[in-house]
């Protein structure tokens, strides 16, 4: 046999040799990934099933934060007897900067000076703010907007205060119609309607506190909008409360009467 065709018979040999072998290569490559994630389930060890099965009980448990609060104050219709306890946290001011920390209080049956009964009076031992439930903040100071809070920081019709919290602007507007007896009494935020009262008697809205109570960075609000001059109504606006792509949302209020 010529020397050329038994070289060309060798070649042929080896060619069909190695197709077989470079085709199994290639399945088993290709076939090794598919195989184990549709035919095989994850083996979970023991200590990873208890794991998940602590996740889940941790989110069936989770539920919506419920706020209450109270301001210092002589009441008529709440008694705080039955509503602050130890556990209560506090905000509060010492000089220019403002704290939250556990509530300390004392509460005294006093005489209503209008009614002759007596009330209860409730009582920070410190410059209180507000009295609340819980706070998911860490006690401590907190981060304030640079707006002025004072007793004299009312937000009578027309008023406008512009200021800035963790690097956004913000403007803050109170609006109604009337004078003395205002009608359609409204706050804004950055042009949001946050507070509307139909009719509000001879008495101003204002700013108690502005800042982070909630610990997400954003703005939290605590506003004084009584419905007539012999009124407390005093609410909290928190943004982690705040729905539907609102700025804040109505946490809790308390709402209390003065009138002789």
Known sequence: MPEGVKRMIMMRKKTLFLLPVLCVMLLSCTDRKPV???HEEPV?????VSAKKMEVAETVKAKPLTYKILVPFLYRLCDPD???DRDWA????????????KAHYRIRK???PCTGDLASDL??????ILFVNQLPIRMGKVQV??????DSSYLEPGTVRNFTFSGKRYKLEAKAKGEDIYKNYCL???GERIVRQAQVDDAWFRLLFAGDLDGDGKLDLVLSVPAHYENLRVVLFLSSCAQGGQQLGKAAVVDDDFSC
Request: proline share 0%.
């Open 36 to 38: 184990s994630s549709v």
């Open 44 to 48: 979970l060890r023991k200590d990873t």
């Open 82 to 84: 039955t509503l602050i």
């Open 90 to 101: 506090e905000l509060y001011q010492q000089g220019k900067d403002y704290y939250v920390g």
């Open 110 to 112: 006093e005489e209503d």
């Open 123 to 128: 009582r920070g031992k410190r410059k209180t």
């Open 145 to 150: 907007a640079d707006v002025e809070l004072s």
């Open 188 to 190: 804004l935020l950055n």
